[in-house]
T-cell receptor, first 113, second 113 residues
């Protein structure tokens, strides 16, 4: 089964608007992480939320986790053109004892100036 | 700190040739990973290592071999390259434990003709 499926696949918004991306997964997790990838670059970690947490903030980022629905959302507030990138969720499944992550296919966010 | 570095950045191989991709990290991380990323897709785990001298298979290990002779280095080998191995390869590392993020290298773009 595929873990970490993001929705939508692509999102285009205007600068200043909020962007919301969703992630669904299938198995029990230790934590869920969000990463960002600029075109042609490696991934950069944004935020980690543990299975016993429901919400976490970091600057303009807000992540929620609903383990009963096996879903997470990433909200970027007051978006900027520099936020244009692909965003991936990744799950750290209990069955792999925290040794590895499974990545979704990502959401391509475009923020228009 | 250089973080995670990958060598080479680009490579073109002919079908049947072999090559080794080198990943190095200077953060004293226990865990290291090799992923591949194909257009419009997330990352798929090839092999990983939870310590010096240990390796394990990920989702897509066929056609690849790895070695972790030193803690700071993780090598990915292609013994007989195939066009299906055309991809961007990312290395990552992290601390042991279930609450840490992965740090990624800049990627190696490999084309097999």
């Amino acid at each position: 089964s595929q873990q970490g499926e993001e929705d939508p696949q692509a999102l285009s918004i205007q600068e200043g608007e909020n962007a919301t991306m969703n992630c669904s997964y299938k198995t029990s997790i230790n934590n869920l992480q969000w990463y960002r990838q600029n075109s042609g670059r490696g991934l950069v970690h944004l935020i980690l939320i543990r299975s016993n947490e429901r919400e976490k903030h970091s600057g303009r980022l807000r992540v929620t986790l609903d383990t009963s629905k096996k879903s997470s959302s990433l909200l970027i507030t007051a978006s900027r053109a520099a936020d244009t990138a692909s965003y991936f969720c990744a799950t750290d499944a209990r069955e792999t004892s925290g040794s590895r992550l499974t990545f979704g296919e990502g959401t391509q966010l475009t923020v228009n100036p | 700190n250089a973080g995670v570095t990958q060598t080479p950045k680009f490579r073109v191989l002919k079908t049947g040739q072999s090559m080794t991709l080198l990943c190095a990290q200077d953060m004293n991380h226990e865990y290291m990973y090799w992923y591949r990323q194909d257009p419009g897709m997330g990352l798929r785990l090839i092999h990983y290592s939870v310590g010096e001298g240990t390796t394990a298979k990920g989702e897509v290990p066929d056609g690849y071999n790895v070695s972790r002779l030193k803690k700071q280095n993780f090598l990915l080998g292609l013994e007989s390259a195939a066009p299906s191995q055309t991809s961007v390869y990312f290395c990552a590392s992290r601390r042991a434990g279930d609450r840490y993020e992965q740090y990624f290298g800049p990627g190696t773009r490999l084309t097999v003709t």
